[in-house]
């Protein structure tokens, strides 16, 4: 008997440590789940988990996911060419989606982690549809409140109504074209703030987009060029609107671009660079009237007719704003995707709002964003030195069959691409052997 109440006692004891030790494990784990990911500030992180209701470990998923449909789309736009039907993350969050029109290409997008779609027509194919009705766009009734490519689907979508005699003018494949009703009556929010505030002329107030080499982006429907600015002060150097909704104000001296944007949560989210993010991808939202609001990025190359005229190329999301927050910053995780257009809707019913493109903005007046590091950099990713005795190097394109070094190792290139940091041979099989 008392041999069997020490056995007993034994393992009871054995029971309760395994199960503190398990606990200690458990909670340890959630823990680090509740900590942002590298680069991603705590404002940006918890505004994820309330607007897309997210766990902490699912927002921590969700990032990765982003990043990953980012690299994809960035090698399969290169080397699938007219083969390549777009990329999106699935409407679960879950998923890495890639559009096809030849089935052999099936493998390639499975190599980089992806799921095949085949398709009808390639994004280029859509892109040169939207293209036709925004050469058109002064034939669209004012019923229709803009148009899209819509990767998911295949098609380009007219919201509105009575847009046949739209659709006929641009002599578009109609086929390709689906119409659908719409709530929506998008307008510019020029007097509102995102990130920091700045008035135009005698009071009118947008917002600051992001920092560039010697001043900063915004929405173009908030000044004409020549048009001054207070706090900071400055002067536009640029502006388009409508066709486009951005300008750029190079501000006077004593003021100081910095590759940061106010999180209204008593801190500043750091700016890394501005790579793309692939549709269906999360994306948050900064300005001074509603704060931070997060979404996913519904569509690309989405033409809107606001009532000055029709503006094309912006970014369709369902992240809420109000009036107060036009020319605002957009990010997605610390990538820099546009600033603020206009949208319909608020933060108490939700809406559809659109951005325009950071890197459009960039490329039409030659300009650098200024990143965390304090200065002007280049937009997409930070470059560092490949390993001592390499030859890999990050931002170099590197054609299939190619050879490089990396670590010691000789690696031979499987599909032509653009390197960058995180694409270290050893990192990405799919594009190294």
């Known amino acids: 008997m008392r041999r069997t109440a020490l056995v007993l006692s034994v393992t009871v004891t054995a029971a309760l440590v395994t199960t503190g030790v398990l606990t200690h494990n458990a909670?340890?784990?959630?823990?680090?789940?509740?900590?942002?990911?590298?680069?991603?500030?705590?404002?940006?992180?918890?505004?994820?988990?309330?607007?897309?209701?997210?766990?902490?470990?699912?927002?921590?998923?969700?990032?990765?996911?982003?990043?990953r449909a980012a690299t994809t789309q960035q090698v399969l736009r290169t080397t699938l060419g007219a083969r390549y039907g777009g990329t999106w993350v699935t409407a679960d969050g879950r998923t890495v989606a890639v559009g096809i029109t030849d089935p052999a290409q099936q493998q390639s997008v499975r190599n980089l982690g992806a799921t095949p779609t085949l398709v009808g027509r390639s994004e280029a194919q859509l892109d040169a549809?939207?293209?036709?009705?925004?050469?058109?766009?002064?034939?669209?009734?004012?019923?229709?409140?803009?148009?899209?490519?819509?990767?998911?689907?295949?098609?380009?979508?007219?919201?509105?109504?009575?847009?046949?005699?739209?659709?006929?003018?641009?002599?578009?494949?109609?086929?390709?074209?689906r119409v659908e009703a719409t709530s929506e009556d998008p307008k510019p929010y020029i007097d509102v703030v995102g990130g920091n505030a700045y008035y135009i002329g005698?009071?009118?107030?947008?917002?600051?987009?992001?920092?560039?080499?010697?001043?900063?982006?915004?929405?173009?429907?908030?000044?004409?060029?020549?048009?001054?600015?207070?706090?900071?002060?400055?002067?536009?150097?640029?502006?388009?609107?409508?066709?486009?909704?951005?300008?750029?104000?190079?501000?006077?001296?004593?003021?100081?671009?910095?590759?940061?944007?106010?999180?209204?949560?008593?801190?500043?989210?750091?700016?890394?660079?501005?790579?793309?993010?692939?549709v269906g991808a999360s994306v948050c939202r900064s300005g001074s009237t509603t704060g931070w609001h997060c979404g996913t990025i519904q569509q690309k190359n989405a033409s809107v007719t606001y009532s000055q005229g029709t503006v094309t190329g912006l970014v369709r999301t369902n992240a809420c704003a109000e009036p107060g927050d036009s020319g605002g910053s957009w990010l997605s995780g610390t990538q820099a995707q546009g600033v603020t257009s206009g949208g319909s809707g608020n933060c108490t019913s939700g809406g559809t709002m659109y951005y325009q493109p950071v890197n459009e903005i960039l490329q039409a007046y030659g300009l650098t964003l200024v990143t965390s590091g304090g200065g002007p950099g280049p937009t997409a990713t930070a470059t560092t030195n490949p390993p001592q005795g390499g030859t890999w190097a990050p931002n170099t394109v590197y054609a299939t069959g190619a050879t490089v070094t990396y670590g010691g190792r000789s690696y031979r290139c499987l599909q032509s691409h653009t390197s960058q940091v995180g694409w270290e041979p050893p990192n990405v099989p799919a594009l190294w052997a």
């Not at 988990?49 to 990032?63: E, F, I, K, M, V």
């Not at 207070?230 to 536009?236: K, N």
């Open 27 to 67: 909670l340890a784990s959630a823990d680090a789940a509740a900590v942002p990911p590298a680069g991603v500030t705590p404002a940006v992180f918890s505004a994820m988990q309330r607007d897309l209701h997210l766990t902490p470990a699912q927002a921590r998923d969700r990032l990765t996911l982003d990043s």
């Open 129 to 177: 549809i939207v293209a036709k009705l925004d050469k058109h766009s002064a034939a669209a009734p004012r019923s229709v409140k803009g148009w899209y490519a819509d990767l998911p689907t295949n098609t380009v979508v007219v919201l509105g109504s009575g847009a046949q005699g739209f659709l006929a003018a641009a002599g578009v494949d109609q086929a390709a074209v």
């Open 202 to 278: 005698s009071g009118t107030r947008c917002s600051i987009g992001f920092s560039v080499n010697g001043g900063f982006v915004s929405a173009g429907h908030c000044g004409t060029t020549g048009a001054r600015t207070t706090q900071p002060s400055g002067t536009f150097r640029g502006s388009s609107f409508p066709g486009n909704d951005y300008s750029w104000v190079q501000v006077d001296a004593g003021n100081t671009p910095r590759g940061l944007v106010n999180n209204y949560s008593g801190g500043t989210v750091a700016v890394a660079g501005s790579t793309e993010a692939a």
